[in-house]
């Protein structure tokens, strides 16, 4: 039982961006990438699927980047979780597409399965972006040697390919 | 998020010898196969490993099958998701073997995942064998039309290939 791998970079961008927020420069795909190993053709979707829910605004070109749009407290992981996990469907019986199960009738498998996510679901519900990354400025990765000046240059600045 | 196909498999086996346990003969893999459409190599694997977990017995050959060793109130929902579940890594910092996350150090994700995690788990483990199956006999599954004779007539019963 894990979370998607979308779901775990689409947290790592928002909590960079939260991390960041101080800073006078927006965000790039690059420093994410860099700075996580994740390629940039995955990041560019995670953050126009960010844009398009209204929790990221993008701006193209040099100079350009990503910032968050609603406040950190405002974006809960209860929301962020729902809206990257398309699949809460524990077993076979969550889809009645799929199901074969011939205990289904009788079966109270589903209801407590149903119940124990509502539980996890329940725990980050509680917990905002504010709560999970300092916005001291503290928060921030470390670049790995190198990669600042990567940055100045400008090799893969902004949202630009 | 979902639990694996094993641990799906897994659950059903053992409700499926908790809704028959009052009668005679024991539950044979043909019939789960039969009645929930799952590959009778798949499910003998799952009773072996069931079996090596001292939750099932198995006798070979002809009248031969599975019952359950422990009582429906002694196997908990909980220890059978843990026995079956390896994986319970959420994120990719939760292995440090595959952790690249630069963020780790001040980052508070994997700690409420871990708690979110455990009230999933906590649920789970208020729930036993007992509770999920009536053991009536009125949770039997109903056997498609035309099984009744192969198990009858022995096409694949017990535990022999």
């Not at 961006?17 to 053709?41: K, Y």
């Not at 076979?92 to 509502?118: W, Y």
Request: net charge neutral; charged share 20%; hydrophobic share 35%.
């Amino acid at each position: 039982m894990r979370l998607t791998q979308w779901t775990d970079y689409t947290l790592r961008v928002l909590m960079y961006c939260a991390a960041s927020q101080n800073r006078d420069q927006p965000v790039t795909i690059t420093e994410i990438a860099v700075n996580h190993g994740i390629s940039r053709s995955h990041l560019t979707k995670i953050v126009q699927e960010l844009a398009a829910k209204g929790w990221l605004e993008t701006t193209r070109g040099r100079g350009g980047g990503m910032r968050l749009l609603k406040s950190t407290d405002a974006i809960l992981l209860g929301d962020v979780v729902r809206a990257t996990e398309t699949d809460f469907a524990m077993v076979e019986c969550f889809d009645p597409a799929q199901n074969q199960c011939r205990m289904s009738p009788h079966c109270r498998l589903k209801g407590i399965l149903s119940q124990a996510t509502q539980r996890y679901l329940d725990v980050l519900d509680g917990v905002s972006l504010a709560d999970l990354v300092p916005t001291s400025g503290t928060g921030l990765p470390t670049l790995p040697a190198g990669v600042d000046s990567i940055m100045k240059n400008g090799m893969h600045s902004g949202l630009e390919s």
